[in-house]
């Protein structure tokens, strides 16, 4: 993608890293579906790095201001769907 990821520059790498890789499931949950415990895993290791639900949701708002993916949407999908099925969200990305 062509846009930055939201992130703390106060993170270690190896939790950039991971956030990161939490911001591509998202991606991947609107493009082409991602299995359900490859994203519940992310989001997993993205709470241990971001605890807090206020910056949960600002990097979250963040996301969707660059990518026009809506993370939340991803996230509820895990609740809603079983283990070992996949999550394929409906794009619903913002007009540029």
């Not at 990821?5 to 998202?26: L, N």
């Not at 994203?39 to 910056?55: C, D, G, N, S, T």
Request: with cysteine; charged share 35%; glycine share 4%.
């Amino acid at each position: 993608m062509e846009y930055q990821y939201p992130i703390d520059y106060t993170w270690s790498t190896d939790e950039i890293v991971d956030v990161i890789h939490f911001y591509e499931c998202i991606e991947q949950a609107y493009e082409k579906g991602i299995d359900r415990d490859a994203l519940l895993e992310a989001y997993r290791r993205f709470k241990e790095i971001v605890p807090a639900k206020a910056q949960e949701k600002t990097l979250f708002n963040e996301f969707e201001e660059v990518s026009g993916y809506v993370s939340f949407q991803a996230v509820k999908a895990i609740k809603e769907t079983a283990t070992g099925e996949k999550i394929k969200v409906a794009s619903k990305k913002l007009k540029r």
